[in-house]
């Protein structure tokens, strides 16, 4: 006998609707339907649904007919309502189970459609969705995967959930107005005394079209108070975790000396290039970006430089498939 197959959708907690999707034979789908609503739907078509066991009613929901082979059911997301609703499938011989891509994503067209449409809601930065898009016409060309697509899958990784990005550097040069630039909403307060961001301020932005977690970290003071110098072993530690350090600086502020080796990548750049002693200050040479954030000027570049340390063009533009597994996580070997 077929067995038809659900999972939830949502997680199981308070809210105002849950999903759940159902998989099967569609005669096997038909007969749980007809269990719930007054009249079965179509393909494409959704019904009004009433759940009820033998302690009375569950609740009214809606079904939803994707395809012949797959439904969902959305009651209220009740937490009560949807123990009573699992105790419901379970009696009508339905099985909790991972469901596969293409029952979760009936409209996409092949296997391969489905995995990337998963893959695309798993994914933190926009940039995925350019390697997504034609993914099956993508694996169609690209033949057996090698191990060089394995390893260019663990750099990809960085699409998939947001990397720390940490700024660091003297107090007082512009990472606070830099970061609310790049955010362009006011979330680290700026001010010309030394000392004001005493904790990390993160915030998530799009680095050319890779999501971030960038922390805002207080500033290496001249001579630290003993808050300011616990609030720097914090940071240093934030420091220690982050995928790119950017080491910033402004004329005349000399470059913070990094406290321990670091695995991380660091982008120098200078800030407060708007002022006239930028032209010829002595830190602008070794700065791979210089810009402005009062001025808006050079945040662009600064956010591309941010991008290719961590994900490199060659990576985004090379045509073969991303080699991701079953699971939407990048295959590792
Ligand atoms: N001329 C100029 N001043 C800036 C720029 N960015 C920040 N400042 C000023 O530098 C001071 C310190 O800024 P803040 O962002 O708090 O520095 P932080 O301590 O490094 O976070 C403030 O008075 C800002 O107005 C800039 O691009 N150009
Ligand atoms: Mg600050």
Not at 162 to 173: H, K
């Amino acid at each position: 006998m077929s067995r038809l197959r659900w999972a939830w959708s949502t997680p199981m907690q308070p809210g105002a609707i849950a999903l759940v999707t159902i998989h099967g034979e569609p005669a096997a789908l038909d007969a749980l339907l007809a269990n719930c609503c007054r009249r079965v739907p179509a393909d494409g078509a959704t019904a009004r649904c009433h759940f009820a066991d033998p302690l009375g009613t569950i609740d009214d929901g809606v079904a939803v007919r994707a395809s012949s082979t797959t439904a969902m059911l959305m009651p209220h997301g009740g937490v009560r309502i949807a123990q009573r609703l699992q105790a419901w499938l379970r009696s009508h011989g339905a099985i909790e189970d991972p469901l596969p891509d293409h029952a979760l994503f009936p409209e996409s067209g092949d296997r391969h459609a489905a995995a990337a449409a998963r893959m695309a809601g798993r994914c933190a930065s926009r940039r995925a969705l350019g390697l997504l898009r034609d993914h099956a016409a993508r694996v169609e060309r690209s033949g057996p995967m090698t191990a060089r697509d394995r390893a260019r899958a663990e750099r990809l990784r960085v699409l998939v959930d947001p990397p720390t990005v940490v700024i660091a550097g003297p107090s007082n040069v512009g990472k606070s107005t830099l970061t609310n630039a790049l955010a362009r909403r006011t979330v680290s307060v700026t001010d010309g005394s030394a000392g004001t961001t005493r904790d990390p301020v993160p915030v998530r932005l799009d680095l050319d079209g890779v999501t971030v977690d960038w922390i805002d970290l207080p500033g290496s003071l001249d001579r630290p108070s003993a808050i300011d110098a616990s609030a720097a072993a914090i940071a240093s530690r934030i420091a220690a975790t982050a995928r790119v350090i950017v080491l910033a600086t402004a004329p005349g502020r000399g470059w913070p000396v990094l406290a321990s080796p670091t695995h991380s990548t660091v982008v120098r750049i200078l800030l407060q290039d708007d002022r006239p002693e930028a032209a010829t200050c002595i830190e602008r040479g070794q700065a791979l970006i210089t810009c402005s954030a009062q001025q808006s000027i050079g945040l662009g570049e600064l956010a591309l430089a941010i991008r290719r340390a961590l994900v490199s063009d060659d990576d985004l533009d090379d045509p073969r498939a991303w080699a991701f597994d079953g699971d939407q996580s990048p295959i590792v070997e």
